[in-house]
């Protein structure tokens, strides 16, 4: 799995959470979805992505985006 699939992944997962969460615990959990759909946008703006730093860290081979 490249970098840029695990970026993906792993916001559509913070995405689906924060739904279940907001729906099941508390609406407040809507927030997480709004601050991972801004993270995304600044991304796709500036390249800087903690969750693509976190997951070089681990040792994610690099994608086409995240380098």
């Keep these: 799995m490249t970098l840029d699939r695990a970026v993906m992944l792993f916001a559509g997962f913070m995405v689906l959470l924060s739904v279940a969460l907001t729906v099941w615990v508390s609406p407040y959990w809507v927030w997480l979805?709004?601050?991972?759909?801004?993270?995304?946008?600044?991304?796709?703006?500036?390249?800087?992505?903690?969750?693509?730093?976190?997951?070089?860290?681990?040792?994610?081979?690099?994608?086409?985006?995240?380098?």
Excluded: Y
């Design 33 to 67: 979805t709004v601050f991972v759909g801004l993270n995304l946008m600044q991304a796709s703006v500036t390249g800087f992505c903690p969750a693509a730093m976190m997951f070089r860290k681990l040792g994610v081979k690099s994608g086409t985006v995240f380098t």
